[in-house]
């Protein structure tokens, strides 16, 4: 059973750079698409991206996809020698205080499951 | 962007009632590829249904999905104890995936 694990710093300055690793256990990050998701406190879900493995040819960076809304600051990367993959946010601000989770996506061509397995989730507090 | 709207944004119901939950598409999400989670305070979210009304691994048949389009139910035949949570919808047909603004199930 895959297990998904969050680790980064809790506390980020307003303005700097929030960065986030989710280390995969029980299986291999060179299948599925690999999210990251957030949820301010007291709030709902929202998509931040996904990054999937799309062959040595892309340096295992891997391919992504990426919510509008944040498209301009988010970058996200894996690395399969690891086996996890990461979230870097760029200019954050009160606004991106968040518990962040790292997320399974079951989509084609590996199911249609949506996001069946989460991390515990990690909350980052930004700070003025 | 698909806007999903759930209702009602609170369900008081008591143990062994049955609880439908509605999820409202503003455009229809391709394939069915609607899904449905529950989270618990402090717990990461939970997949319970994926692909409208095919319940996730371990999930209690009480637990039913239906739907198409741009209309999709959750039902809980009994409720338990353990089910008094929130409920979110979410689909993945089309980027950028949403999710609905959840629905809380608590106890009356």
């Known amino acids: 059973q895959v297990q998904l694990q969050e680790s980064g710093p809790r506390l980020v300055k307003a303005s700097e750079t929030l960065s986030l690793t989710c280390r995969v256990s029980g299986g291999s990050i060179s299948s599925y698409y690999w999210s990251w998701i957030r949820q301010p406190p007291g709030k709902g879900l929202e998509w931040i991206g996904y990054?999937?493995?799309?062959?040595?040819?892309?340096?295992?960076?891997?391919?992504?996809n990426y919510n509008p809304s944040l498209k301009s600051r988010v970058t996200t990367s894996l690395d399969t020698s690891k086996n996890q993959f990461s979230l870097k946010l760029i200019s954050v601000t009160a606004a991106d205080t968040a518990v962040y989770y790292c997320a399974r996506g079951a989509f084609p061509p590996y199911g249609s499951r949506g996001f069946d397995s989460w991390g515990q989730g990690t909350l980052v507090t930004v700070s003025s | 962007e698909i806007v999903l709207t759930q209702s009602p944004g609170t369900l008081s119901l008591s143990p062994g009632e049955r609880a439908t939950l509605s999820c409202r598409a503003s455009?229809?999400?391709?394939?069915?590829?609607l899904a449905w989670y529950q989270q618990k305070p402090g717990q990461a979210p939970r997949l319970l249904m994926y692909?409208?009304?095919s319940r996730a691994t371990g999930i209690p048949d009480r637990f039913s999905g239906s739907g198409s389009g741009t209309d999709f139910t959750l039902t809980i035949s009994r409720l338990e104890p353990e089910d008094f949570a929130v409920y979110y919808c979410?689909?993945?047909?089309?980027?950028?995936?949403?999710f609905g603004q959840g629905t809380k199930l608590d106890i009356k």
């Open positions: 455009q229809s999400v391709r394939s069915s590829y």
């Open positions: 990054v999937y493995y799309s062959g040595p040819t892309n340096y295992d960076s891997g391919t992504t």
């Open positions: 979410q689909q993945y047909g089309s980027s950028p995936y949403t």
């Open positions: 692909g409208a009304s």
